[in-house]
């Protein structure tokens, strides 16, 4: 049990950080005459925080499954993971719709680097942040 409270205290942790990332992103958004240099520097924190953020989610909920309700995620995939937490009632149907989203973005995110997808994606991750933020904060240990 104590591996689980420390799963979902480094999920929250990095979700933070991730809202912090996106914070920043928003105030050089805004600005009036922004560096572009910035920008990106910081819209890649975004994503990399965003990447930290969703594999602590789902780690911990592969393994909140395991030791909470005795459920092996065979393959320890994260869209298997994601498929039993909705078949066992923890994730609801939009929460599922937008973690399998979510995977695309993060399996993009690690194998491409384009600019064009770079600016998409992190467009997605506010949404993205509160998806992992709520689901870890859902689940009672």
């Known amino acids: 049990m104590e591996k689980l409270k420390t799963q979902?205290?480094?999920?929250?942790?990095?979700a933070k950080k991730l809202k912090i990332s996106i914070e920043k992103l928003n105030d050089i958004k805004t600005a009036n005459d922004y560096n572009k240099d910035d920008y990106e520097i910081t819209r890649d924190s975004v994503i990399h925080r965003f990447e930290f953020?969703?594999?602590a989610m789902?780690?911990?909920?592969?393994?909140?499954?395991?030791l909470i309700h005795s459920v092996t995620v065979d393959p320890p995939t994260p869209r298997?993971?994601?498929?039993t937490s909705?078949?066992?009632g923890l994730i609801q149907q939009n929460e599922f719709e937008l973690l399998l989203n979510m995977a695309r973005d993060r399996n993009i995110t690690s194998?491409?680097?384009?600019?064009?997808?770079?600016n998409q994606i992190s467009e997605r991750i506010p949404q993205y942040y509160?998806?992992?933020?709520n689901?870890?904060?859902h689940l009672k240990i």
């Open 111 to 118: 194998h491409t680097y384009n600019e064009i997808l770079a």
């Open 53 to 55: 953020g969703y594999d």
């Open 58 to 66: 789902w780690k911990f909920l592969k393994d909140y499954l395991n």
């Open 86 to 88: 909705h078949d066992y």
């Open 8 to 14: 979902k205290e480094e999920a929250l942790k990095a």
């Open 80 to 83: 298997k993971t994601f498929r």
């Open 130 to 133: 509160k998806t992992i933020k």
């Open 135 to 137: 689901i870890v904060e």
